[in-house]
């Protein structure tokens, strides 16, 4: 009798633990509409972004001892067009090829930038608070990751021409909690 009332506690609590870690997975990879973060910073050198594209999902991970934990989330829109980045004015966001990550080469204060995105509003603030520069083997110049100033309601979706593109109070919560100069940025291909 003993015996069996643990085998049922062992199942009953198995199946609860199956359904909840479905769960947690599920709401981790479902559209982000608001900043979540999940855990607390042990170890910020160990930091890194994953840009999800079929999300439209920055993730940041802190790698530790038991693996990659997702630390922080954020919805993004990328380039108008999928696929990766082949030339300038293409509007593709670039990818990462055969796993090499891009860089944050540097972070620049990005508040008075001005944009013409030839949609018929003329040149307008567009980059939000901080542009993060990356550094990796792309054509084109000046991808970055960078706030949405005029372009808020384009985050989550697609629509940029090709930059990873938050809503500025994303960006600054970015920069002010895990980004940094040299850390490593991970972008899923589409289909992924």
Known sequence: MHRRYILTITLLLSSLLTAWSQNAVTNVYTKVLDRTVYSCVYNPDSLHILISKPLRTLFVYEQRCTGAAIVAAYPVCLGA?????????????????????????EIVNSSTWRHDFADGRGVM??????????????????????????????????GSEGCIRMRDEDII?????????????YIEKDEQ
Not at 127 to 146: E, V
């Open 81 to 105: 067009n999928t696929g990766n980045k082949k030339r300038r004015g293409d509007m593709k966001t670039p990818e990462s090829v055969n796993g090499k990550p891009f860089f944050i080469s």
């Open 125 to 158: 603030p567009a980059y939000g608070r901080w542009f993060m520069r990356l550094k990796g083997n792309y054509p084109g110049t000046s991808i970055g990751i960078h706030g949405s100033t005029g372009n808020h309601y384009s985050v989550p979706g697609r």
């Open 173 to 185: 919560h970015l920069k002010e909690n895990y980004a940094f100069v040299g850390m490593s940025v």
